[in-house]
């Protein structure tokens, strides 16, 4: 059928023709939002998914339902090398000469200004006072103690009172957190802390791969009373079923049950995969409605599509070891996959093969769903292993 019309959204982080069955997720994010606004208490979020299954799509949804909740809102990419700081300072330098802009002169806000140039210049994030630009003081003894958990919580304070001060409120929203160093964790929460405590209007929502760094001690209880953590995952039969025909539908195209069957048994209901699959599918359609010969068409394009882009990419920083590691895992079923197994495989002893684990573990290629076990944050990987190295 026509490429031009068609409705799905290949490529990360597009947002798909129908958001499915993320209801309960959003309506938490809702709630949320609504209450910290009116100076409630509320958990803020921190999703937890393989690649691919929709963080970015619902931190994108949540951003702008933020805005309409009456939010400033930033969003941020955890570089993987570089740490969040360098990314977080100047987009609140943004949000608050923003709020420096309206109306009449705010103390608050001057102040808030201040206090981030002393941070910035604590903290040293590459981000000198000089370098904000901000013609004005900054707020000696503020924020500027170079311990990170004290200073990241007199800023995140001193943001919050501004926005109060105009009437708003700040939403942090930051993905790819499971490159956040396990200091600027510790400090978020206790910035998140703070923010409790004196009931500001500020949240945070994050995304990442079920690798997030272990939090210890006494900022493990402090998050888990501050934050939420729910998982997204793959999508269930039925709603990877309105995914694919929902979109369809709305274009009054059909499509028959073992075509849907077809597809899901390929994606296992993953979102991105389904939309690859739905994408190909369409193109090769003829009419409606759509066969399962046409998604077994669409199954070899898109194969070779993944295993030249998605996956290669991923294969192509892996050095030989990490290689063989990840090969040895595609050998065991998942219920299978513990450390001992695979390393046994290898013909290695457990802890040997420490040094790897966590080079693949820093990469985000694999986590530990539990102590012991081991798996891919990527789904369909083993399969792509299997393919590219026929053996180990
Ligand atoms: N609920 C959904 N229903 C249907 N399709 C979805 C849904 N959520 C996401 N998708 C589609 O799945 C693909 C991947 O989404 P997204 O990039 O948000 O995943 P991600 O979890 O952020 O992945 P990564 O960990 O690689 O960044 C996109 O093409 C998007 O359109
Ligand atoms: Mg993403």
Request: proline content about 5%; cysteine-free.
């Amino acid at each position: 059928m026509d490429p031009v019309t068609n409705p799905f959204s290949p490529g990360a982080g597009a947002p798909p023709p129908e958001l499915v069955g993320r209801q309960d997720t959003l309506e938490r994010a809702q709630v949320l939002l609504s209450r910290v606004i009116q100076g409630r208490a509320a958990k803020s979020i921190l999703m937890t998914g393989l690649r691919g299954v929709g963080k970015t799509v619902l931190l994108n949804e949540i951003k702008r339902r933020a805005a309409n909740s009456g939010y400033r809102v930033i969003l941020i990419e955890t570089p993987e090398q570089s740490g969040l700081l360098s990314h977080l300072t100047p987009q609140i330098r943004g949000l608050l000469l923003e709020l420096d802009r309206i109306a009449s002169a705010s103390a608050r806000v001057r102040r808030a200004l201040g206090v981030l140039k002393s941070f910035a210049s604590a903290v040293r994030v590459g981000y000198s006072g000089l370098e904000l630009g901000l013609d004005l003081d900054a707020e000696p003894g503020v924020a500027d103690s170079g311990d990170l958990e004290n200073d990241l919580a007199d800023l995140f304070v001193n943001v919050a009172e501004a926005a109060k001060d105009r009437r708003t409120g700040v939403a942090v929203l930051i993905d790819e957190l499971q490159y956040i160093s396990e200091l600027e964790l510790r400090s978020l929460t206790m910035a998140m802390h703070r923010l409790a405590q004196e009931q500001l209007p500020m949240v945070l929502v994050g995304a990442g791969l079920p690798t997030l760094p272990g939090l210890a001690g006494k900022a493990r209880s402090y998050a888990e009373r501050l934050f939420d953590f729910p998982s997204i995952g793959a999508l269930t039969r039925a709603e990877a079923d309105l995914a694919v025909e929902g979109p369809m539908k709305a274009a009054r195209v059909q499509i028959e049950k073992a075509a849907l069957s077809e597809i899901f048994r390929e994606t296992r209901g993953y979102p991105y995969f389904l939309q690859e699959w739905a994408y190909q599918t369409w193109n090769r359609a003829e009419r409606s409605p759509v066969t399962v010969a046409a998604v077994r068409a669409a199954t070899s394009i898109v194969t070779a599509r993944l295993d030249e882009g998605f996956f290669r990419v991923r294969f192509d920083r892996l050095t030989r070891a990490e290689r063989r590691y990840l090969r040895a895992m595609a050998d065991v079923s998942p219920e299978e996959r513990t450390t001992g197994r695979v390393a046994e495989i290898l013909g290695f002893k457990v802890t040997s093969m420490g040094p790897t684990r966590a080079n693949l573990i820093n990469k985000g290629m694999v986590y530990s769903p539990e102590h012991g076990r081991i798996d891919f944050t990527v789904p369909l990987f083993d399969e792509f292993m299997r393919r590219t190295m026929p053996s180990l």
